[in-house]
């Protein structure tokens, strides 16, 4: 029996110094109750507390500090993030009654730096698009993720059909190289939006051989990759990824969202192949251009003539691939004033045939997506959209009413009567309003305000306004 307090003293040091360690090692992960667990590990009153402080250890009281002030210092954390948190939110609500009031007035003071002034019929509304940039602006930060190597990740095309990814992503991590400094949150706390800065592009290009159509290596990185910052930060999972973004121009980036419908279903993606038959959803996802960006310039040559010595009616040249084209060519293959080729004769430069042209046919093939929208505003030619289920870029702001003309796919045979029937004063003022819009796509670096990429970004900051976290 005399033994016995021994045994104990021996056996409780220990306890201490295992305990003390545990919670050294593991603080956060195991939220320990320390005063009930003194309480547990104390002997008994009638007994003298045994003192295994030393140099290398802590008693009871010192390890209930230590805690004590991690906690206090979680819980400042805390504090801080919920201080910024409710700060953005209250930025926004101040942007919404702002933009809110300009709409209804129509009504607006520009300031003197502003250069370019939205004007005339191809906006909705004109002040409210100009108060939304100017909140933009003034208030909008993005945080890129900094996790992941190039080329999947940080790193993307810059020239052709998809090279809107890559000059978007550079914009994005260039800092105090970029225009878009203003807009690059210091830290994640003052975000509004996470961009996610992978490349489907340089994903298909690393993971796939000819002929190989399987989605799931791009959908297993992209859920990796997202996996990730969400264990690592607290953002994806605070709002279950709605104010997340990403950014490409291929085909299969939409399919992405299939990997895990119930995870990415807030995600807000902007994309060129916008089609609400596949589940682009116009009210979260951002509908881009796409653009053919040459290989040693950002944008194509203008060479776009007066109306008077346009003598094309209306032209398109291109692949006869997808069910779209394929009815087209059925249809006007043969016609001389509506000019189809599958291929342009090698003593013709498809920029100066649109040029020439009064009309200039933007079909889908294989997808929605097509660059020849952004090629014939840049030539000043009005561009005949010829597709289903398309959600048009900038929609929010622009009226495209104004400065192009719709034809459902069942209608291509009625097309020559349609344009036809365009008037002359109609026509003037569709030419007008293509003149109005050519700067929301065109492609500057540095990025300029009202230019494409800036379009882009504002299309993203009003998902971000139509959410409340």
Not at 261 to 286: Q, W, Y
Not at 332 to 340: F, G, M, T
Request: include cysteine; hydrophobic fraction near 40%; aromatic fraction near 12%.
């Amino acid at each position: 029996m005399a033994k016995t307090p021994t045994k104990f003293l021996l056996i409780f040091p220990t306890s201490l110094i295992l305990i003390f360690f545990y919670l050294s090692f593991f603080p956060q992960k195991h939220h320990l109750n320390i005063s009930f667990l003194s309480k547990l590990l104390l002997p008994p009153p009638s007994n003298p507390l045994v003192n295994v402080t030393n140099h290398t250890h802590n008693d009871i009281s010192t390890v209930t500090m230590i805690v004590k002030e991690e906690e206090k210092e979680k819980k400042k954390k805390m504090n801080i993030s919920k201080s910024s948190f409710n700060k953005l939110e209250d930025g926004l609500a101040r942007a919404r009654v702002a933009i809110r009031e300009a709409a209804r007035s129509r009504s607006y003071e520009p300031e003197e730096e502003e250069d370019f002034l939205p004007r005339g019929l191809v906006y909705r509304n004109p002040y409210a698009f100009q108060q939304s940039h100017k909140e933009m602006v003034k208030r909008f930060k993005i945080w890129t993720y900094k996790e992941g190597e190039p080329p999947l990740v940080h790193q993307g095309p810059m020239s052709y059909f998809y090279g809107i990814e890559g000059h978007f992503i550079q914009e994005m991590e260039d800092g105090e190289m970029s225009s878009m400094s203003k807009f690059i949150a210091s830290n994640p706390n003052e975000a509004h939006v996470f961009f996610l800065p992978f490349s489907i592009v340089n994903m298909r290009t690393a993971f796939y051989k000819p002929l190989d159509y399987d989605r799931a290596p791009i959908n297993n990185v992209v859920l990796d990759y997202i996996n990730v910052v969400a264990m690592k930060y607290p953002y994806w999972n605070r709002s279950l990824g709605a104010d997340h973004f990403m950014l490409s121009c291929h085909d299969w980036a939409p399919e992405i969202s299939f990997a895990n419908p119930k995870l990415l279903k807030n995600l807000i993606r902007a994309l060129c192949n916008a089609n609400t038959s596949e589940g682009f959803l116009p009210m979260r996802d951002v509908p881009i251009p796409e653009i053919n960006v040459p290989a040693r310039q950002l944008n194509q040559p203008n060479l776009g003539l007066p109306i008077i010595k346009r003598q094309i009616f209306a032209f398109f040249a291109g692949g006869n691939h997808g069910y779209v084209r394929k009815f087209l060519f059925q249809q006007w293959k043969e016609d001389e004033e509506i000019q189809l080729y599958e291929q342009l004769p090698k003593n013709q430069n498809y920029f100066e045939m649109l040029g020439k042209s009064k009309f200039c046919l933007c079909p889908s093939g294989h997808e929605v997506a097509s660059s020849r929208i952004v090629e014939a505003i840049q030539a000043d030619c009005v561009p005949v959209i010829i597709k289903d289920n398309y959600s048009f870029p900038f929609s929010d702001v622009l009226d495209w009413t104004r400065f192009s003309i719709f034809v459902p796919v069942k209608k291509i045979p009625e097309i020559k009567i349609i344009l036809k029937g365009i008037s002359s004063r109609e026509y003037m003022e569709l030419r007008d309003g293509v003149k109005s819009v050519k700067w929301h796509f065109t492609i500057n670096r540095p990025s300029k305000p009202f230019d494409l990429i800036h379009m882009v970004l504002h299309s993203v900051w009003l998902r971000r306004l139509n959410i409340r976290l």
